[in-house]
């Protein structure tokens, strides 16, 4: 079993649209949890960490479930602009950073 | 303007031809790591360094070997390339891995590596 698990998509879905993205993860140890996202060819970036109660940033939310070992980013109002891939990372021990394969989005107009 | 930079960006080259990518960041940052991503497997780290001259392996060292004499730089060196090594290669700095508060991992641009 994969330390993180995401499924790969792509997800396609019209601007406007309200998409979600889940990512499991193995190490029930894990302490911190994160969104990159990364564009065709290019370096990811940090999109938004995922703290325990959940946390918003305009239109992106972000959701744990620990009981469960899940992440879960939501994007509303879909812009072209969000099409990318959506890395899940997991902080499972000291030094260690494991990323998910990633969900490739793709918002149409 | 705070970034890592990588080089060469692209490299084509042979099999045994030792090489070495370079990375640089001006933020300052303790730690710095090297990943490689190949399709279907994601990022995978090669080696990190949590400060100057302290180094360690991650999870597929084999094949790489890395040295950190200044906390600026984190060379990534190919003694013997083999084709099993072309993929695209990141660099990575941060202040801290193991603060989640407030946590940013900086990746430098690429390189993309061929090795015939």
């Known amino acids: 079993r994969k330390e993180v698990e995401q499924d790969p998509g792509p997800f396609n879905v019209p601007e406007g649209a309200t998409v979600a993205f889940n990512c499991t993860y193995s190490?029930?140890?894990?302490?911190?949890f994160f969104w990159y996202r990364q564009d065709c060819r290019k370096e990811p970036k940090l999109l938004m960490s995922v703290y325990s109660s959940g946390n918003e940033d305009g239109r992106f939310t972000a959701q744990l479930n620990r009981a469960s070992q899940y992440i879960s980013l939501l994007i509303r109002d879909s812009k072209l602009s969000d099409s990318a891939t959506y890395l899940c990372v997991v902080n499972p021990s000291f030094q260690k950073l494991v990323f998910g394969t990633g969900t490739r989005l793709l918002v149409s107009p | 303007e705070a970034q890592v930079t990588q080089n060469p960006r692209y490299l084509i080259t042979v099999t045994g031809k030792k090489l070495t990518v370079t990375c640089s960041q001006n933020?300052?940052?303790?730690?710095m790591s090297w990943y490689r991503q190949d399709p279907g497997l994601g990022l995978r780290q090669i080696y990190y360094s949590m400060n100057v001259e302290v180094t360690d392996k991650g999870d597929v060292p084999e094949g790489y070997k890395v040295s950190r004499k200044e906390k600026r730089n984190f060379p990534l060196i190919l003694e013997s390339p083999s084709p099993n090594q072309t993929s695209l290669y990141f660099c990575a700095s941060s202040h801290r891995l193991w603060n989640s508060n407030g946590y940013t991992q900086y990746f430098g641009p690429g390189t993309r590596l061929t090795v015939l």
């Open positions: 933020m300052n940052h303790e730690y």
């Open positions: 190490n029930s140890a894990s302490q911190s």
